[in-house]
Structure formats: structure tokens, C-alpha cells
């Protein structure tokens, strides 16, 4: 499906976003979205297979799914797997050996988009040679990369920009998996420089950041000092009676609430409760807590906002939950507290909201 332009639309939305700067996406149109739709599911089941090189193990998680993610966390903390990069997209935890035992970072891809080169695209096209027509699929959606795009003004004149090399448009099909080829070449480089030496934690991370860049990107990285500073897919992990389970990120809910993206906000105030409601819905998964509440309760707004992976029936322990926010069970409690009685209309200011966000968002 050969397209003539790609239109360049802005993300208004993120102009709410603190420190964010507001990025554009490419519009294909329908027709050339879906012309390689159909086929990238069958790419990503190829490659949701662990690919182990010596003693580097990575695995690309194509869904945040429960028992997926717990299995994938205890193959991480294996202590004979020392070299690991599990990720999706541009969001990775990484485990490499140092002189004090292993170190687990999150590992996040800097304008992961814009710094994918050609070598890339070429990667990700070699890699299905063995398959004429998802080959074909392929080519022909790197070729809608290489065309130009077209910026709408305000004034009413367009500017036109050309490309002489396919470019990685926020938007196009290919997203999640040339960025996960990109994992791959980051997670190689990292491995084929870093084996056979040992560092302390401090240069460890300055040793990573470099050989990332030797692989072409630039990257952040975030060490863990325990296991629930980990964050993949807004997920943590912690032991509970030995076994890795893992919780969903409070942040995440809490960016929810008071939010509501409709065309014109509901005449009743009880809708609006109704959805504040199921909002809160997936705050039950900290136990003994006053959001085991809302437990019983099933709301349609939970599954519009994906928020069905919440409720873990108070699996996890506060403890959990404390070492993640460096918070005390008090604290945690006090906020929770505020969550149990809050109705349209109220609004809520606690330092702990502010704590979670940062560790959850940064900033």
C-alpha cells in the first residue's frame, strides 16, 4: 500500500503534561495503517521467544498479562541467568553482574522513535527473509517510512519536508517492532563490551549508558536498590511467601482520577460518581486496605480504562507498596483514607500523591 505523504498531526493532549515536551505523530490514513496490521501480531509471536546468546538472555513481553509477567520476573531473578534484557518497545529492565552481585536497572530509550536508522529498518526486514509474504508486508510499510510529510498551518500554508531515508513516524505499524530490534542491538552491544568485567554499581551505570551509545542511542537508566524499584509496563515485582508476584504502579490509577474523555461531561452528577467509582475500583489490590472495599464491585468503566489487571484481591502486602514509595505504612494508609471517602466535587491534596507520581513518572 504506497502512500504519496504522511500527514503530521500534534498531540494536544500533551500540553497538560509538567516538563513534557509535546510531540507529533504521522498520520497514514486507514488504508495504509491496515495494510500491515493484519500481519505484525504473527511478527510479535515469533519474537516473544527468549533469544539466548552465550550467557545474554532477552525476551520481548508482548502483553502486560499476569502470569506472563510473574514468570518472566523469576526467570530474571534466576542467579544463574547473568545477563538479561526483558522489554517491549522502548521499556526495558536490564540485569548485568558488578563486583557487589547483580544490578537491575530500567533501561528507557531517549527520542527511541527519531534515532532508529536505516541499519534498523534493514534489520527488521533481513529478519522475516524466510517468509515471502510477511517480507513483502514489511517492505512495503518501511516504504510508507520513506515518504515525506506534510505540516498543516494555522495561516493555511502547508510545508512539505522530504526524506532521504525511511523515518520511524510516531504512528506507523512498525513502532513496536523496530524499536524492539533496537532493544536487541542495545542488549548485544551491552553484552559483547561488558562480559568479562566486573564494576561497582556507580560505574557500572556510566559503563551501560556508554555502550549504548556505541550501538547508536542514548539511553536513561534507573538502578534498582530493591526489587520494587523495578517498573515494566507500569508493573513491579515482590516476593510474597517466596513467590514473585507483581502489583500494577499506584501512579497509574491515580492519573486517572478526574479524568474524563468524553465529547460533553455528564448532566448528572451521579454518572460522574459512577465513574469516579469504578476508577477507584482497582485501588483494592493493597491489602488490608480500605480499597478491598470496592472489591465487589464492577463497574463498566473499569474495562474502558484497561484497569481490569488492578484487582489482585490483596495479594500484595503494604510492605510491598512502602519500599516502593519509601513511604511509611501510616502514610500509605492516611492516603488510602482519603480515597474512601472522595466524591465529585472534592478535591484531595496529600504529599503522597506527589511522592508516587514522581517515582512512577519521574520528575
Known sequence: MVINQVMIKFKSDELAKMKKVPR??????????????PYLPMLKSIMEQWIIIDDLHMKFVATPDKNEMEQVFTYLFDDNVKYCVIFFSDDAVLKVPTTSGAMYMNLDISTCDISNTQFTFNMLLSSVSGHPTLHNIIRGCIQQCMRGCRIRRKSGINVFLKTSRAIE???????TALNDWAMYAIGCTIYHLHRG????????KKEITKYAMCAGYNITLEACECIEDIQFLKFSPTY???KVVTFLNLGVVFRAVGRLKVSSLPKKRSVLQDHLN????GLNGVQHSPFTAWANSDKPIVEKYHLQGLKQRGEVPLSSYC??????????????????SVRVGKFVAHEGFSTILRKDYGG
Open 24 to 37: 507529533v505523530i504521522g498520520d497514514y490514513g486507514v488504508k495504509a495503517s491496515l495494510f500491515g496490521a
Open 169 to 175: 513516524y510516531s504512528g506507523t505499524v512498525l513502532t
Open 197 to 204: 568485567q566486573l564494576y561497582d554499581r556507580e560505574q557500572t
Open 240 to 242: 510474597v511467601n517466596g
Open 278 to 281: 469504578g476508577v477507584l475500583v
Open 323 to 340: 519500599r516502593r514509595y519509601r513511604i511509611s505504612a501510616a502514610e500509605l494508609l492516611e492516603l488510602i483514607g482519603e480515597f474512601q
